[in-house]
């Protein structure tokens, strides 16, 4: 399978493509925003880089304008990769690194966030191999092996979220971010299992008691998939209270969710209810 590398030309992205500069199945892609005056530059220069390692290059030019808001330049640069990725029987691969998930662990804790929201970068179709590797070791790498790339001035520009968000990252210490990247890679690996098991099942009104003898952050979070088919959304105690009737109740039991709604167990199966009696 090809792999479609999406290289702004920036330091983050020219370090991953100069790591698989030798790989024949390695795509140069470059989305062209259109948002600043001299984008086309940048263009040029990936380009330029993409022949020197006798890469195939790809480019789209769009002009999205100065006032573009953050999301829809974004789908704008995935809606390209993902279409070249079509095309070519490709995997998009991007330059996210450990810095980028610590800042977006960050942002959606100041916006409010579920569990998922502790796991982003996780999209399964998108390969992220700079995942490990912190802003300061991208730095030491460019520059052990003197590779050229370009500053892209809007990462300095504090009316975006994520800039001021980087910002002030800054002056957090070091073992406090790696709890952050850590728990956000953990939440990853539950993100992974939870999908991996709800993609295996042809769930409907009926859940099988034995799919909830597995790991509590699991099984509680399939549960909450089973009762928001329902129309009911709990709170994680009360998902867990929910969760330890399903383990133990015996045959004919009811359990209450809430006013509304209940669980009917059955020896080997339960379902969701509205009737009392």
Known sequence: MKKILAVSGGIDSVVMLHMFRNDPDVIVAHFDHGIRPNSSDDCDFVEKIAKSYNR???ARHAKLGEDCPEDTARRARYDFLTK???EQNGQIYTAHHRDDLIESVAINLIRGTGWRGLAPLNNPSIVRPLLDMTKKDIYRYAAEHNLRFRQDQSN?????????????LRDVPDAQKEKLANLAMAQRRLAVEVDDILNSLNLNSNYPRSLFSQDDQVSIEILRFCLIQNDVQLTRPQLARA???I?????GKKYSLDKNHFLKINRYYFGVTTEIC
């Open 56 to 58: 195939p290059f790809f």
């Open 84 to 86: 070249l990725a079509k």
């Open 156 to 168: 300095s520009d504090d009316s975006y979220l994520r800039n001021r968000i980087r910002f002030a």
């Open 243 to 245: 969760l330890e009737a």
């Open 247 to 251: 383990r133990t109740f015996a045959q």
